[in-house]
């Protein structure tokens, strides 16, 4: 379907995101709580698509993930959509590094009936990941946080999760910035590097799928397996 006007394509975009939204993840009433709540207290408004949100909870089913780790919680939307897909017996740690972003997060995923299963963690993110290292390794590593640490968010995650886990990232073509060579913008650049390492680092099989982002513009989600037969440690990837 081709429209004439200049508006057209964003028009079928839209429209499109709509049809898979409602047709393969449709939201229920505690969903639909969290996004207003989050609009209502003035949060930013990028929290993911729902059809992102199932995106999630179908890797985790797919992959069979018992433990997950979120970096970047905000309301706690995606939080919920694969704290539901989680089994009773996993776990899911987000990390948020404001309080008040938490207090909601933590609100729903007990009104989700999921505090046995979830927890928020409150600092940044760089400083609680290092408290993980004793704890055992995740099956899947969910990345949706600030951008000029996504790199480093890459490393913690290769150091936490397991040979055959998940290594999965939103906002990784923002908009189509990546694109920019010799981009000043600190975000802009980190998450070029991110995606340029994720592509490059032989430990890892990855590909980025097309998503919408808050604003209606294209973006990106990368999804990488961590290899099973890892032969460089992850620690020799790691950056102070």
């Known amino acids: 379907m081709v ?23 449709p939201e229920d009433s505690l969903l639909r709580d969290v996004l207003e709540t989050a609009r209502a207290e003035g949060l930013p408004s990028i929290q993911v698509s729902p059809a992102l949100g199932k995106l999630l909870a179908l890797l985790i ?42 207090n909601i997060a933590r609100r729903f995923i007990a009104q989700a009936g999921l505090d046995d299963r979830v927890e928020v963690r409150l600092g940044p993110a760089l400083e609680t990941l290092q408290l993980l290292t004793d704890e055992l390794q995740f099956d899947m590593a969910f990345i949706d946080a600030d951008k000029e640490n996504y790199p480093r968010y890459l490393d913690w995650a290769l150091r936490l999760v397991r040979p055959g886990g998940l290594i999965v990232a939103d906002n990784v073509l923002r908009g189509g910035d990546v694109l920019e060579a010799g981009a000043t913008d600190a975000s802009t650049k980190a998450t070029q590097t991110y995606n340029d390492r994720v592509a490059a680092d032989p430990r890892l ?16 989600v990368s999804v990488a397996r961590v290899s099973d037969d890892v032969s460089v440690a992850a620690e020799q990837y790691y950056r102070e």
Not at 13 to 24: K, P
Not at 69 to 98: H, K, N
Not at 205 to 220: H, P, Q
């Open 3 to 25: 429209m004439q006007d200049g508006h057209g394509e964003r028009d079928v975009q839209d429209a499109l995101l709509d049809y898979i939204n409602a047709r393969y993840a």
């Open 61 to 102: 089913h797919i992959s069979g993930a018992r433990r997950v780790l979120e970096i970047g919680t905000l309301a706690g939307y995606s939080t919920l959509w694969m704290g539901r897909a989680i089994p009773q017996a996993g776990s899911l740690i987000s990390l948020e590094v404001e309080p008040r972003h938490a």
């Open 205 to 220: 099989e990855a590909i980025v799928l097309f998503t919408r982002n808050g604003t209606g513009g294209v973006d990106g």
